[in-house]
Each structure stands twice: as structure tokens, then as C-alpha cells.
């Protein structure tokens, strides 16, 4: 049991270390993707870095199949005993050798690759600049593309818009971002659907299939634009699908939150408001309070210096002041 508590503790560990790398190493690429770039090229002492391309997202998405499988198949062949108190049977062992199977291979196929090269030094340095991009995605990397996605969807209605769109180009080599903002409006649309969803107590069924026909729909029309493209101008569609579908989905899910935040703020200012403003807007302490004079009339008939809220006028009393009835 120490021994499993080990490993586990082991895990956990390592993967806070790659999640924060991750975070660091996406930031340093979004802001600074040339020099990163130029840095791997003069190592290696040739240009191994030019732009990223979406191929090489292709060991990452096959280790996340080959790992799903591996757990799955780790689940079905555990105990259920071992599966409620959390221990690791060789059911559970298999389904992780499994797991990190195809990225070992990789890695392992990759360097022997690398040694047969023309040019062994070069190769190695491309290894390690694919190494570092997967390792980064797979951690925090994707948080940190969709906190920067978020900032270029804010920065385009501004000035800096231009600078983010730029930033972007430098790192894919072809323009990314749009530079219209009328796609904004499937994101805010979608938003306010999910919302009525929620309010009329739809279910969460309901919400995840909207957002999911959305993302299909953009998956469709994505397949039917690669389609219609001739070959050299494909990798620039994907690029600028691919942002406008990462942008709608961040300014969905801020419509959403926005929405529910101003509700929340008009709940709140009315349920100040009745509490503080007493009744028919009489107050129960005796206080003086400011009031235009156009809003005052003497009372003459009582002969005090009392005044009244009404369409009247009179002339200013004690400076402005009046005890309020």
C-alpha cells in the first residue's frame, strides 16, 4: 500500500511540474514564437522551425486515443474491489502500460530517426522542439491558448486588435484572425440559447447537444471549405476556422456568465433599494434631507416651517434643508 501511495503521490507530482511547464512554455510561445523559433534554428544550425503546423498535434491526439483505450480497457478488467478503495490491480497496471505505451514508442522511433539522419544534430533538436510543443499542450498549454484567444477576441474591438492579429500571423504564417467581428455573433447567439436552456430548466442534456450541433455545424462547414480550397490555401482555412471556432466557444461561455452576472446585479441593487428607500419612498427616520426647492410647497395653513413633495414651489428654507414628512 506505501508502495502504490508512492507512485500515486509520484504522479501527481510530475504532473503539476508538466502542467505548470506548460503554462510557462505556451505563454513564452504565443509571446515570443520567433524567438523561440530562431533559438531552436541556431542550435540546431539549420532553420528546423519555421511555423506550427497542425501535423504535429498528431502524436498528441493518438496518445490521448491509445490512453483512453488503455484505461478503459484498465476499468473493465480491474476488480471492483480495487476500483473502490483506489488500488492499482494488474488489470489497472496493464490499462496504464497500455496508456504510455504509443508515446514511448514514439519517442523511441523518433530518436532512432534522429540518428540515422543526414544531419543527426538538427534532427535532435527538431525531437526536442516537438517534445517541448506536445508536452506543453497536453498540459496547461490549452489554458493558456484560450486565455490568449480570449484577449485577441476583446483586443479586436480595440486599437491592439491589430498587434494580436499580427502576433498570431507570426506564429502560424498565415492570417488567423478575421478581420471582421460578425462571426462574434454565433458565439453570443449560442450563449443566449444555452441560457434559456438553463432558465426554463431544460437540462443540462439540452445545453450539451446546442453546443454540440454548433461545433459540428463549424466541423462541417470547416470539411465543406477545405473542400472548396485549392491545396495551398487549405492550411490558412484551417488555421482561421480553427480560431473562429476556439473565439465562439470563449465568447459563448462569456455571454453566458454575463448574462447571469447582470441578473445577479439587478437582484441584488433591487433588493437594496426596497431595503434601504423604506415605503412609497417615506422615510421612518427623522433626518433632514436636500431637496430642490421646485419640489417644495410652504404650508401655509399650518404656519410651520414644514414642507411637502409636490408640483409646487416656494422659496428655499433653512438653506435647502427641509424635515421630510
Not at 505556451?26 to 519555421?50: C, H, P, Q, S, T
Not at 502524436?59 to 483505450?69: D, N, Q, Y
Not at 489497472?92 to 544531419?119: D, H, K, T
Not at 431595503?275 to 426647492?293: A, D, F, I, L
Request: charge should be positive; hydrophobic fraction near 50%; aromatic fraction near 12%.
Amino acid at each position: 500500500m506505501n508502495a502504490q501511495l508512492s507512485i500515486l503521490l509520484f504522479l501527481g507530482v510530475v504532473s503539476q511540474i508538466l502542467f505548470w511547464f506548460g503554462v510557462i512554455y505556451a505563454a513564452l510561445l504565443i509571446l515570443r514564437y520567433r524567438r523561440v523559433a530562431d533559438w531552436f534554428n541556431r542550435k540546431a544550425g539549420e532553420e528546423i522551425v519555421d511555423h506550427f503546423h497542425f501535423h504535429s498535434l498528431i502524436p498528441l491526439v493518438l496518445t490521448w486515443v491509445c490512453g483512453s483505450i488503455g484505461l478503459i480497457i484498465g476499468f473493465v478488467t480491474s476488480s471492483t474491489d480495487a476500483l473502490a478503495e483506489g488500488r492499482i490491480d494488474p488489470g489497472m497496471a496493464l490499462g496504464i502500460g497500455l496508456a504510455i505505451a504509443y508515446p514511448v514508442g514514439w519517442l523511441v522511433w523518433r530518436l532512432v530517426r534522429a540518428s540515422r539522419a543526414e544531419n543527426p544534430h538538427s534532427a535532435r533538436w527538431k525531437l526536442l522542439y516537438d517534445v517541448l510543443l506536445l508536452i506543453s499542450l497536453a498540459g496547461g498549454g490549452s489554458i493558456v491558448i484560450t486565455i490568449a484567444v480570449g484577449i485577441t477576441v476583446f483586443a479586436n474591438l480595440t486599437k491592439w486588435g491589430s498587434s494580436w492579429r499580427r502576433r498570431w500571423e507570426e506564429i502560424a504564417g498565415v492570417p488567423v484572425v478575421p478581420e471582421t467581428i460578425t462571426y462574434y455573433l454565433m458565439g453570443v447567439s449560442v450563449g443566449v440559447l444555452a441560457v434559456i436552456c438553463d432558465l426554463f430548466k431544460l437540462g443540462e442534456n439540452v445545453v450539451g447537444t446546442v453546443i454540440g450541433l454548433y461545433v459540428i455545424g463549424i466541423i462541417g462547414y470547416l470539411i465543406w471549405k477545405l473542400k472548396n480550397t485549392p491545396r495551398e490555401g487549405r492550411r490558412a482555412v484551417a488555421w482561421k476556422v480553427g480560431y473562429m471556432v476556439v473565439s465562439s466557444v470563449v465568447i459563448m461561455f462569456l455571454t453566458w456568465w454575463a448574462i447571469f452576472a447582470i441578473v445577479a446585479i439587478g437582484v441584488i441593487w433591487l433588493a437594496l433599494s426596497l431595503m434601504g428607500g423604506g415605503v412609497s419612498g417615506v422615510s421612518s427616520g427623522r433626518h433632514n434631507y436636500s431637496v430642490q426647492c421646485n419640489h417644495l410647497s410652504h404650508d401655509l395653513l399650518g404656519g410651520s416651517n414644514k414642507c411637502d413633495i409636490s408640483g409646487g414651489t416656494c422659496e428655499a428654507l433653512s438653506g435647502g434643508q427641509c424635515p421630510y414628512k
